[in-house]
């Protein structure tokens, strides 16, 4: 765990470079989106934080929002079916107790989730997953694609690198050794709990819920839809924190925003997805990094981003967008 650590915290060091150098990858959006926000969410229904600070906020129905957290606004998402409910994404390995924490102060002390599902293996998504599924006896789910990277495949994290990987993370985890390698990897996979989603999009434990393949900034990542009210949990796909500019990370800023560049591996399938979730059209979108976007206008400004990311495919970043008072932010109408 320690050497994990400390390949983390050069990498952590890594991105604050890279951002300082990433305006110009950041596209100016259309006047109309960088003025106030309207309203609030006023449905928005916010669970005690408690001692830890955690808590969960209806976005949608029997859609939470757990976070955001951190300097990078990391999100998890809890969906309820009924009378079982499922955990998208697991944040990083110290999120654990606040994910825990959160779903307690929303169902209480007893439930635990009937599945654990991944967007994408990246450890601020998948970084607590062994520690949750353990403590709920509960499977992690993710695209087949990503199963290597999950489980510790060094030589799928050199196929699928992105730049970050390139320039730092892959050199130094050749420089430890193999031996060494080896067992940082042992300690943050998934091996052993870590099942495939079924094919053709169904979802275990989702009634009305389907996953859709989104590859680009991972080659197994996945969004989670439901259409009928076309709730779209997007993880990295698309993003609503400027995570590609500089004073994006810095000051927070919310906006829409491909994925990190700096850690995808193919840019244009990133841009692709991006259009295919602008097709589903949708009215909340739940992204892994930043608030929640909701309201009348969030089709059109997806859409909007997808049309200027596709006719400049090297600039995935974003726009700014002021949040509303409380809950999600809103799109003007």
């Known amino acids: 765990m320690k050497r994990i650590g400390i390949l ?60 955001p957290w951190g300097r990078t606004q990391t999100n998890a998402y809890l969906v309820a079916d009924g009378s079982s409910w499922i955990l998208v994404d697991a944040g990083w390995g110290s999120d654990g ?24 293996a990246h450890p601020d998504h998948a970084g607590s997953a062994r520690e949750l599924a353990q403590a709920w006896g509960c499977p992690v ?22 730049p970050l990987d390139r320039w730092l993370i892959l050199p130094l985890m050749r420089a430890i050794g193999r031996r060494r390698r080896e067992a940082a990897l042992a300690g943050s996979s998934l091996a052993g709990i870590l099942r495939p989603l079924p094919s053709g999009g169904a979802i275990p ?36 924190l400027e995570v590609n500019a500089w ?34 059209e949708p009215a909340v979108l739940a992204a892994g990094h930043g608030l929640p976007l909701a309201g009348p206008g969030t089709a059109a400004a997806v859409r909007a981003f997808a049309e200027r990311t596709t006719l400049r495919p090297r600039r995935i970043g974003g726009f700014r967008r002021v949040r509303g008072p409380r809950g999600c932010p809103r799109t003007p109408g």
């Open 8 to 67: 983390a915290g050069a990498g952590s060091l890594a991105v604050v470079a890279i951002v300082l150098v990433a305006r110009r990858w950041r596209p100016r959006g259309p006047a109309g989106l960088r003025g106030r926000a309207e309203g609030t969410v006023d449905a928005a229904r916010r669970a005690s934080p408690g001692a830890t600070g955690a808590s969960a906020t209806e976005i949608a129905q029997d859609v939470y929002l757990l976070g």
């Open 97 to 120: 107790p606040r994910i825990q924490a959160a779903a307690r102060s929303l169902l209480g002390p007893g439930p635990t989730p009937s599945a654990i599902l991944l967007t994408h």
């Open 141 to 162: 789910y993710a695209h087949p694609a990503e199963l290597p990277l999950a489980t510790g495949d060094f030589a799928a994290m050199a196929r699928y690198a992105g």
């Open 205 to 240: 434990g989702m009634g009305g819920w389907e996953w859709i393949h989104a590859p680009g900034h991972t080659p197994g990542h996945v969004a989670y839809v439901r259409a009928h009210d076309r709730v779209v949990i997007s993880g990295d796909a698309l993003l609503t």
């Open 247 to 280: 004073s994006g990370l810095l000051r927070q800023s919310q906006g829409l925003s491909g994925p990190p560049w700096y850690t995808t591996w193919d840019r244009g399938a990133a841009v692709a997805s991006i259009n295919v979730i602008a097709d589903l």
